[in-house]
């Protein structure tokens, strides 16, 4: 591992208005009631809501509208129901599989036809409570993330106290051959849990092996002890899920220089919150707290850092990155306040709970090019912070799509690593006008022609870009996708 180094950060991005004129929407009232049973039995398919034509009558978001750039409309909406519909049942992470987008809720997961890109219908819903419940799909295998102590492994369990040694947190493991009634498999303990994971498939497909990331620990806790700077290694072999176990424990941040230390701005580092792998480049990206990591994983069982970097100014909490294709840059994302504050206003300004632009040399050293953050102004009432997105496949261009909570969602460019900018957005108003509700886009993603996003208290959206500098994007298809894995875009389209 090379020393700890901190980024240079004398170049800082200037954020300019954004794009285009406002168009705005009121949609006050509109979501219709859809229920869905959560007895086990499979429910009647749940169809989309068709949502008006937006207009530019007004430049005032208040509760219940929406607006947007003119270039990107907001087609349809599945609003959460059944034992999803609560606000405490947050909408978390999406996969995607085929015709299929799976999203994760601390409740459970949804599965939802996509065969109608912009009319998705929801076929199943899978009770099952933990904490984050974030998703992947590889091949026929769901895998979900519990990051809360419960009183067993199954899906019939309750929350416990993490103090109890019987209580369990980990992965859960899925059969989904038949979308529409996942089977549960197997699950797997790690220590401290599983906030969130990624796949890391062998090359020779017969092992599938998960990335767990994990923080947090606690005296207390027999399944959480300090020091805790380490990631859980999970193998799954393909073919016989149920003996899936933990195979490594690699120590990310050794004594004695270990993580960045409490007491500064930035977060003190006790393990990672999220590793984007690249497993056709064997590498992968780090967001660990308070610190950028970048690892080897050649040898997937035992992935080895190679990069570190700090920095203490403006990331508060490193969340979650992102390469562009070429792999000769990441976008890591600073989660300012966990997710749960208003940091989209000028008080907290355009560099803080913002992405950072690196490029990654040759040499695997990440040198700091630029910050980017959404230049609009959000309300005190919204929590807004730079949160999930993915690549839009587009050769020789670096455009993603991401959330930012109840900031909405930005597709934006850093082709130019030091000057990016936004080519289109979407936002709706608060969830109060009296109290901070936590909610907003969760995870927005591109997927065959369409942006879907995992909205925490909205449900499931559907998004249409019309822009000349996305038109690339139409000709390449996927077959798999989940962001934290993230394919390498071919040069012959129509492969994933």
Not at 144 to 160: E, F, I, K, P
Request: with cysteine; glycine share 10%; charged share 20%.
């Amino acid at each position: 591992m090379r020393p700890t180094r901190r980024p240079r950060l004398a170049r800082v991005l200037t954020i300019s208005a954004g794009a285009g004129a406002l168009v705005l929407s009121s949609l006050a009232g509109a979501a219709p009631s859809v229920g869905v049973p959560d007895d086990g039995s499979s429910p009647a398919p749940v169809k989309a809501q068709r949502l008006a034509a937006v207009d530019d009558s007004d430049t005032e978001l208040g509760v219940g509208e929406v607006a947007s750039s003119p270039n990107m409309k907001l087609l349809a909406n599945i609003p959460k129901n059944g034992a999803f519909a609560e606000e405490a049942a947050f909408s978390t992470d999406l996969a995607f599989k085929g015709d299929y987008a799976y999203a994760g809720n601390y409740n459970g997961f949804t599965v939802y036809d996509l065969k109608k890109g912009d009319r998705p219908k929801q076929i199943a819903q899978v009770v099952c409570p933990g904490s984050q419940n974030d998703v992947s799909v590889s091949g026929d295998l769901l895998v979900l993330s519990t990051d809360s102590s419960r009183s067993n492994d199954s899906c019939d369990n309750v929350a416990q106290p993490a103090s109890v040694k019987e209580s369990w947190e980990g992965l859960k493991i899925f059969d989904i051959s038949k979308p529409a009634t996942p089977k549960y498999v197997a699950s797997v303990e790690t220590k401290c849990g599983s906030h969130t994971h990624t796949l890391a498939p062998s090359k020779n497909k017969k092992d599938l092996f998960v990335y767990v990331s994990s923080y947090s620990p606690n005296l207390a806790f027999p399944d959480c002890q300090p020091p805790h700077d380490l990631i859980s290694v999970v193998k799954i072999p393909v073919n016989n899920p149920a003996a899936a176990a933990v195979v490594n424990e690699p120590v990310v941040f050794p004594a004695p220089d270990g993580g960045n230390p409490p007491g500064g701005y930035s977060s003190a580092t006790s393990g990672c919150h999220d590793i984007t792998a690249y497993p056709s480049k064997d590498i992968a990206a780090g967001a660990c707290m308070g610190d950028g990591v970048i690892f080897d994983i050649k040898d997937r069982a035992n992935p080895r850092v190679i990069e570190q970097v700090r920095d203490t100014t403006n990331f508060a909490f490193w969340h979650s990155a992102t390469f562009n294709n070429a792999g000769t840059k990441v976008v890591f994302t600073d989660e300012l306040g966990g997710g749960g504050g208003p940091t989209c206003n000028p008080t907290v300004g355009p560099l803080k709970g913002a992405d950072a632009i690196y490029d990654l040399t040759a040499d695997n050293e990440l040198v700091f090019k630029s910050y980017f953050k959404i230049p609009r102004t959000q309300a005190n009432t919204e929590n807004c912070v730079a949160h999930n997105g993915s690549l839009i496949p587009i050769k020789g261009k670096d455009i993603m799509v991401q959330a930012w909570y109840q900031g909405g969602i930005s597709v934006w460019d850093f082709t130019d690593s030091a000057n990016p900018k936004e080519l289109a957005w979407f936002d709706r108003g608060p969830l109060s006008a009296e109290r901070l509700i936590l909610g907003g886009s969760w995870s927005a993603y591109y997927y065959n022609g369409y942006i879907y996003s995992s909205d925490i208290q909205q449900g499931f959206d559907v998004f249409e870009v019309k822009d000349r500098r996305l038109a690339g994007a139409k000709g390449y298809k996927y077959h798999e996708l989940n962001p934290q894995s993230q394919p390498e875009i071919q040069r012959g389209y129509g492969r994933g």
